[in-house]
C-alpha cells in the first residue's frame, strides 16, 4: 500500500511539540554512552527531537480521508503491542501521536519493542523503504534516526571532521556491528601500552606514589614601570580549590634578592579560612597588575609582550636549561595514594627539567618531515573574525598566536604528536579502527592545550570548546594524560567506547555518507522520499574554521584518507573553505567576502537542490535553530522561491538555558520544524484579497488550538509561521489587483502590501491575536492610538510579557538561552575573560523580535526608551518597576510624595508623578548594535499614562504606604476601569516568582470593592 500525495502526514496536523521538547532537553544532559562522545560538532542536536520528527513526517494523518484503511488496521495492531487503541479514526490518531512523542525517550531509543514498532508503522506506510537525504548531517543526528527507524540514508556535509563521523556511524558501525568494539578494543590496549611506554619519563610521579594530575601555568609579561622590571604571572584567579573544606588559594609576592636584579616572585599555596584572605587576580580585563610595584601594565603592552613570545604558552630557557621567561610553573595538583580528593604542591626545579627534556624530545622528532610537510602543525590561524558578530579563532592571534603549534605546551606538542605518529605505526587495518584512534588525538587536543583552564570548582582541567570561538587563556592547566582522570587517554577511550556501544544496535542496514556540497547534490532527481535537514544559520557557527583546530592534527594521524583533505582545491591545507554555506568574510567568492548575501544565495541553492532530488509526492523538513528570527525572511523566500510549500511548523525545546554565561533573556530556546512539500508545477497564481483574508482566520484557529497545549508565548508566534506560510506558498505567487505581486519579506513600515511583504502581516496578525486575549479588542484594533484604548506602553508592556511566555518557562519566567551574538559581544568586552558583568535586571527579549510585533501595532519602541524599555547591543530589557521609581518619584522618592499626599489629599498622587523631567533617565550614548536613543518626544510628554500609574501604586505598596495607594487606587477606579483591567491582564502575565507579580496581587487585594 502506497500512502497517496495528497493525504497528510502527522508532521502537518499535529506533534506532541511539549513531550519530545522535555525528552529533548533530558538527552542534552547526556553525555556518556551517548554518539556526541566521538567528537566535538558544534550545534548537535538532540537526537530525541530528530528521531520523533523523522516518524511523524513519515506517518500519515489516520483522519484524513484519503488516509488507507489498510494503513489504519495495521497500525493499530501495531500501537496494541505498547498500549491500548480505541476503535476511532481520532482515537488512533492520538494513540500515534502519544507514541511519537514517547519513543523521544532517551531510554527507549534501544527498547527493541517501541523501536520495532515504530519500524513496522513505517513499514505499513509503502512497500519501499524509505530513503532520508540530509545535506547538512553534521555530527549525524537525522542520519542516525533514520537509520535507527529502518530507512536508507544518505548523509553527506562540506566538512572533513563530520564526514569522518557519519562514515563510522553510518557505514562501519552499522556493516560491523560488534567487531568495531573488539578490534578497537585490541588496538587501543596495544595504543596505550606504547604511549605509556614513550611518554611516562615526561609525566614522573612524586615521591611515594604521589600522581600529578595537572601542572597549573601563568603566561607571563614584565612590569615596564621605571625600576621595576619584575615578572608579572598573568593569574585571572587566586583559587586553586573552591571546595568547602578544602579551599586552597595561591599567594603571590615580591622578594628583593639582589639590588640590582628586577625583584623575583615567590609563590605560595594556603589553605584560606575566609575568602577575605584571597588576593584578587593579577590580571583583569586584560589589564596586567605588577605584584611587585602593583604598576598596571595596559591591554596593549601585555599583548605587544605577549605576541613576543608567540602567545606564551612555551617556557624560555637558556642553553643549560634554566628557566628564563615565558609561562611560569605555578603549582601543581596531584592525588596521593590512599587520599581522596586533590593535593597541590609548588611547581619545583625538576618539574623545568622535565620540559626541559620534553623539548630535546621534540627537537628530534620535529627535523621529520613527512610528504613535504612537518609533524608539527605550522599552518596558520585565521587571524580575521568572520563577522563582526562571531570570533571563530581569531583572537587568539591577537597575542601573537599565529600558527596552531602556539596553541600548546611544548610537552603537549610531544604528546599530540607522539599519538600521531604512533596510530600511523600501528597502521590499522580497518576504516574503523583508523578513524576511533584519530578521535582519541582529536579528543586529546581538546583538553590539552594551553586555552585550557583549571576548575577550582569540580578540580578537572577544562576543554576548549566551550564557546563556539576560542577564547584567550591567560593561566592554564596543562592534564597528565596518563592518569585516569578527566582528559586522560584511557578516560577517552572509555568515552569513545561508550559512543560506540550506543551506535552498535541501531541498525544493521549501513547508510551512504559522503563528503559533498549541498548546493550542488550527488544524488539524481526525484530519489529522495524525505529531504530533512538542518542548515547552517548566517554566521552563528564558523564550522570550517574551528574545525581547524581538529582538522591539522588528524589530517597528519591519517595521512593518505580521501576524506582529510580538501576535495575542492588540492592546495589548501585546511578544511574547504569557498564552498561551506557561512558568513565568513575572511574569505572571497567572486571578488567578494563571503556575507550575508553570500550565505542566503547559498541556502536558496540548496534549498532548489533539496527539491530537485525530493519525490513530488513527498516531504520535507528543515531546522530552523538559531535564537532570532533576523534573516528569516530570507531564507524562507529561498524555500519558497526553490518549490517547496510549508505546511507546518513546530518549536521544540532544545535548547539548555544557563549556558556559559547565560542571563536572563528570552530568546528561542525552541528549534523550530518547518515542515515542506514540494510545490506542483502548475500552482496557481495567488490572489492577495483571498490571502489575507484568510489569514487571521488560520493563525486564529491555530492559536487557539496550540494555547490548549500549553504553548505559549514566543513559541506560539513561531508555530504560527506554519499554517501563516501555508496559505502563501501554495501558489506559485501572491498578488494584487494591480497584478503587483506581494513579497514575503518587504518594508515593514510601507503601506502597500506589495511593498510591506506578506510576513509582516503575520506578525500583525499574531500581535494583534496576542493583544486581544490579554487586553481586549480595543487594544488590538489600535493602531495609531484609537480611543478608548490603553496606551502605546500598557500594550507594549502586556505583547512583552506574553511573548516571554514560553512551554519550557514554567511561568514565563524567562530563563532561556541567550542570543548568541551576544554571548560573543559580551566575551569581547571583556577583552577576552575578567569578571563578567553583573546581568541587569528585568525580563529581555531580542530586539528583532520585539521590533516586528511593536511596528504593526502602532507601538514606537523609540518613545519607550529609558522609560519603560532599554535597548542595548540588540536585546530589550523591560526595566523592572523598582528602577522606575526615581522616574515616577524623582528625587523626593516615594515615601515623600506619598507624605505630601496624605497631608494635601485633594492633590492625587497621579498629578505628582514625574516631577522633575530632569531626573528623567539619561540614556547611555549608543554602542555598538542597535542602542536607541531616547527621542526628544519622551523628555516632552510626561504625562502620566495607566501603566505609570499602574506602577506608582505598585512602588507605594512597595515602600508601605497603605494610606497613599488606598487613596490613589480609590480615586483610579472612579476615574476609568481601565486601570483596574491593566492590572488584572498584567498580574495574568507576569512570571509567578516575579516581584511585579507579587506587588500586583498585593496591591489589587487593597481595592475598594
Ligand atoms: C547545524 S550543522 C548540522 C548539525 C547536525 N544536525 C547535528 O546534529 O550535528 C550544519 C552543518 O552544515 C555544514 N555545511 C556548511 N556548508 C555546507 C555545504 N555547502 N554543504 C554541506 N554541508 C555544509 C556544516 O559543516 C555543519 O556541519
Ligand atoms: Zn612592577
Known amino acids: 500500500m502506497t500512502i497517496p500525495k495528497d493525504c497528510k502526514r502527522l508532521a502537518e496536523v499535529d506533534f506532541p511539540i511539549k513531550t519530545v521538547g522535555v525528552h529533548s532537553l533530558a538527552e542534552k544532559k547526556i553525555f556518556v554512552n551517548h554518539p556526541q562522545g566521538f567528537h566535538q560538532w558544534w550545534a548537535r542536536r538532540p537526537l530525541a527531537a530528530c528521531r520523533s520528527i523523522l516518524l511523524a513526517l513519515l506517518l500519515p494523518d489516520p483522519c484524513d480521508p484519503l488516509c488507507p484503511n489498510d494503513f489504519k488496521n495495521r497500525a493499530r495492531d501495531l500501537l496494541n503491542r505498547v498500549t491500548n487503541v480505541g476503535s476511532s479514526d481520532i482515537e488512533l490518531k492520538r494513540s500515534l501521536l502519544k507514541f511519537i512523542g514517547d519513543i523521544a525517550d532517551w531510554n527507549l531509543s534501544t527498547n527493541r519493542l517501541f523501536i520495532g514498532v515504530a519500524r513496522e508503522l513505517i513499514k505499513a506506510t509503502d512497500q519501499d523503504i524509505p530513503f532520508v537525504v540530509d545535506p547538512f548531517s553534521g555530527g549525524g543526528s537525522i542520519p542516525l534516526e533514520a537509520l535507527r527507524l529502518g530507512c536508507d540514508v544518505f548523509a553527506s556535509d562540506i566538512n572533513p571532521i563530520p564526514a569522518l563521523i557519519l562514515k563510522l556511524i553510518l557505514e562501519e558501525i552499522p556493516r560491523k556491528g560488534h567487531k568495531v568494539i573488539e578490534e578497537f578494543d585490541v588496538a587501543s590496549k596495544n595504543f596505550m601500552a606504547a604511549i605509556q611506554d614513550r611518554l611516562s619519563v615526561f609525566y614522573p610521579e612524586d615521591e611515594h606514589g604521589a600522581k600529578p594530575i595537572a601542572y597549573l601555568w601563568a603566561r607571563t609579561v614584565r612590569c615596564e614601570a621605571p625600576n621595576c622590571g619584575g615578572e608579572i604571572p598573568l593569574l585571572r584567579s587566586m583559587w586553586l580549590s573552591k571546595k568547602t573544606g578544602k579551599k586552597k588559594a595561591l599567594r603571590v609576592s615580591s622578594e628583593q634578592t639582589h639590588n640590582t636584579k628586577p625583584p623575583t616572585l615567590r609563590i605560595e599555596i594556603f589553605s584560606p579560612l575566609s575568602d577575605e584572605e584571597v588576593d584578587p587576580p593579577l590580571i583583569a580585563n586584560a589589564r596586567a597588575i605588577c605584584p611587585h610595584c602593583r604598576v598596571t601594565l595596559d591591554p596593549k603592552r601585555v599583548r605587544v609582550q605577549l605576541a613576543e613570545q608567540s602567545g606564551g604558552a612555551i617556557v624560555i630557557f637558556d642553553e643549560r636549561g634554566n628557566r628564563i621567561g615565558g609561562a611560569l610553573g605555578i603549582a601543581v595538583a596531584r592525588r596521593l595514594p590512599n587520599q581522596q580528593g586533590v593535593n597541590y604542591r609548588p611547581f619545583v626545579n625538576k618539574d623545568y627539567e622535565t620540559i626541559w627534556h620534553s623539548e630535546q624530545e621534540l627537537r628530534l622528532l620535529a627535523n621529520k618531515i613527512e610528504n613535504g610537510e612537518t609533524i608539527i602543525p605550522t599552518e596558520l590561524i585565521n587571524p580575521i573574525r568572520p563577522s563582526p558578530n562571531a570570533r571563530g579563532l581569531s583572537a587568539v592571534t591577537r597575542y601573537g598566536m599565529s600558527q596552531f603549534k602556539h596553541l600548546f605546551t611544548i610537552r603537549q606538542i610531544l604528546l599530540l604528536v607522539t599519538v600521531s605518529q604512533l596510530i600511523q605505526e600501528l597502521s590499522p587495518k580497518t576504516e574503523s579502527t583508523r578513524i576511533l584512534l584519530s578521535f582519541i588525538l582529536s579528543r586529546l587536543t581538546d583538553r590539552h592545550s594551553s586555552l585550557i583552564g583549571w576548575d577550582a570548582g569540580g578540580q578537572t582541567i577544562d576543554h576548549v570548546f566551550r564557546r563556539q570561538a576560542l577564547p584567550m587563556r591567560w593561566d592554564f592547566a596543562e592534564g597528565n594524560p596518563l592518569t585516569d582522570s578527566s582528559g586522560s587517554i584511557s578516560n577517552i577511550i572509555n568515552q569513545i567506547k561508550g559512543a560506540v556501544g550506543s551506535c552498535i544496535d541501531i541498525s544493521r542496514q549501513s547508510g551512504t555518507s559522503q563528503l559533498a556540497d549541498a548546493r550542488l547534490h550527488p544524488l539524481p532527481d526525484q530519489t529522495a522520499s524525505v529531504w530533512f535537514t538542518d542548515p547552517p544559520y548566517y554566521d552563528s557557527v564558523p564550522y570550517a574554521d574551528l574545525s581547524d583546530y581538529f582538522f591539522v592534527w588528524i589530517k597528519r594521524a591519517l595521512r593518505?584518507?580521501?576524506?582529510?583533505?580538501?576535495?575542492?582545491?588540492?592546495?589548501?591545507?585546511?578544511?574547504?573553505?569557498?564552498?561551506?554555506?557561512?558568513?565568513?568574510?575572511?574569505?572571497?567568492?567572486?571578488?567578494?567576502?563571503?556575507?550575508?548575501?553570500?550565505?542566503?544565495?547559498?541556502?536558496?541553492?540548496?534549498?532548489?537542490?533539496?527539491?530537485?532530488?525530493?519525490?513530488?509526492?513527498?516531504?520535507?523538513?528543515?531546522?530552523?535553530?538559531?535564537?532570532?528570527?533576523?534573516?528569516?525572511?530570507?531564507?524562507?523566500?529561498?524555500?519558497?522561491?526553490?518549490?517547496?510549500?510549508?505546511?507546518?511548523?513546530?518549536?521544540?525545546?532544545?535548547?539548555?538555558?544557563?549556558?556559559?554565561?547565560?542571563?536572563?533573556?528570552?530568546?528561542?530556546?525552541?528549534?523550530?520544524?518547518?515542515?515542506?512539500?514540494?510545490?506542483?508545477?502548475?500552482?496557481?497564481?495567488?490572489?492577495?484579497?483571498?490571502?489575507?483574508?484568510?489569514?487571521?482566520?488560520?493563525?486564529?484557529?491555530?492559536?487557539?488550538?496550540?494555547?490548549?497545549?500549553?504553548?505559549?508565548?514566543?513559541?506560539?508566534?513561531?508555530?504560527?509561521?506554519?499554517?501563516?506560510?501555508?496559505?502563501?506558498?501554495?501558489?506559485?505567487?501572491?498578488?494584487?489587483?494591480?497584478?503587483?505581486?506581494?513579497?514575503?519579506?518587504?518594508?515593514?513600515?510601507?503601506?502597500?502590501?506589495?511593498?510591506?511583504?506578506?510576513?509582516?502581516?503575520?506578525?500583525?496578525?499574531?500581535?494583534?491575536?496576542?493583544?486581544?486575549?490579554?487586553?481586549?479588542?480595543?487594544?488590538?484594533?489600535?493602531?495609531?492610538?484609537?480611543?478608548?484604548?490603553?496606551?502605546?506602553?500598557?500594550?507594549?508592556?502586556?505583547?512583552?510579557?506574553?511573548?516571554?511566555?514560553?512551554?519550557?518557562?514554567?511561568?514565563?519566567?524567562?530563563?532561556?538561552?541567550?542570543?548568541?551574538?551576544?554571548?560573543?559581544?559580551?566575551?569581547?568586552?571583556?577583552?577576552?575573560?575578567?569578571?563578567?558583568?553583573?546581568?541587569?535586571?528585568?525580563?529581555?527579549?531580542?530586539?528583532?523580535?520585539?521590533?516586528?510585533?511593536?511596528?504593526?501595532?502602532?507601538?514606537?519602541?523609540?518613545q519607550w526608551e529609558g522609560r519603560i524599555i532599554e535597548t542595548e547591543k540588540g536585546i530589550v530589557r523591560l526595566l523592572p518597576v523598582a528602577e522606575r521609581a526615581r522616574q515616577l518619584f524623582g528625587e523626593e522618592s516615594a515615601q515623600a510624595v506619598a507624605e505630601t499626599f496624605e497631608r494635601d489629599p485633594s492633590r492625587p498622587v497621579q498629578m505628582s508623578l514625574f516631577p522633575d523631567l530632569e531626573t528623567a533617565p539619561r540614556l547611555k550614548a549608543a554602542r555598538k548594535t542597535r542602542t536607541i536613543r531616547a527621542s526628544e518626544t519622551l523628555r516632552i510628554s510626561r504625562e502620566p499614562t495607566t501603566l505609570d500609574r499602574l506602577h506608582a501604586a505598585m512602588l507605594l505598596q512597595k515602600g508601605g504606604q497603605t494610606n497613599a495607594l488606598r487613596m490613589m487606587l480609590k480615586s483610579e477606579v472612579e476615574r476609568s476601569p481601565d486601570f483596574l483591567r491593566l492590572a488584572n491582564a498584567l498580574s495574568a502575565l507576569y512570571p509567578r516568582e516575579s516581584e511585579e507579580k507579587r506587588l500586583l496581587d498585593a496591591m489589587l487585594q487593597a481595592i475598594p470593592r
Open 560 to 862: 593518505g584518507h580521501p576524506y582529510v583533505r580538501d576535495p575542492f582545491d588540492a592546495r589548501n591545507t585546511l578544511t574547504p573553505k569557498l564552498q561551506e554555506c557561512v558568513w565568513n568574510q575572511s574569505y572571497v567568492v567572486n571578488g567578494k567576502p563571503k556575507g550575508a548575501d553570500f550565505f542566503e544565495d547559498s541556502m536558496a541553492q540548496a534549498f532548489a537542490e533539496g527539491r530537485r532530488i525530493l519525490r513530488d509526492s513527498e516531504i520535507g523538513c528543515v531546522i530552523f535553530a538559531h535564537k532570532t528570527t533576523e534573516g528569516w525572511e530570507a531564507l524562507l523566500t529561498g524555500m519558497i522561491r526553490g518549490g517547496f510549500v510549508i505546511t507546518a511548523s513546530w518549536p521544540i525545546l532544545t535548547e539548555r538555558s544557563g549556558r556559559t554565561n547565560a542571563q536572563d533573556t528570552a530568546s528561542l530556546a525552541s528549534s523550530i520544524h518547518l515542515v515542506c512539500r514540494p510545490r506542483p508545477t502548475n500552482a496557481s497564481i495567488g490572489d492577495w484579497t483571498l490571502v489575507s483574508r484568510e489569514l487571521p482566520r488560520k493563525v486564529g484557529d491555530w492559536m487557539e488550538r496550540l494555547q490548549k497545549e500549553g504553548v505559549r508565548g514566543a513559541d506560539l508566534v513561531f508555530a504560527c509561521i506554519g499554517p501563516a506560510l501555508e496559505i502563501y506558498s501554495r501558489y506559485s505567487k501572491v498578488v494584487d489587483a494591480q497584478d503587483r505581486e506581494i513579497p514575503l519579506g518587504g518594508d515593514p513600515t510601507a503601506g502597500e502590501p506589495y511593498q510591506r511583504g506578506y510576513l509582516a502581516y503575520v506578525w500583525e496578525v499574531v500581535g494583534r491575536l496576542a493583544l486581544e486575549q490579554v487586553l481586549g479588542s480595543a487594544e488590538a484594533q489600535a493602531r495609531n492610538g484609537n480611543a478608548g484604548a490603553l496606551e502605546e506602553d500598557s500594550r507594549l508592556t502586556a505583547l512583552f510579557l506574553w511573548t516571554m511566555q514560553s512551554a519550557g518557562n514554567g511561568n514565563g519566567n524567562g530563563k532561556a538561552a541567550k542570543a548568541e551574538t551576544q554571548e560573543v559581544n559580551e566575551l569581547e568586552d571583556q577583552d577576552e575573560e575578567g569578571a563578567p558583568r553583573k546581568a541587569k535586571a528585568g525580563h529581555k527579549l531580542i530586539y528583532d523580535v520585539v521590533r516586528r510585533f511593536a511596528q504593526p501595532l502602532g507601538i514606537h519602541l523609540e
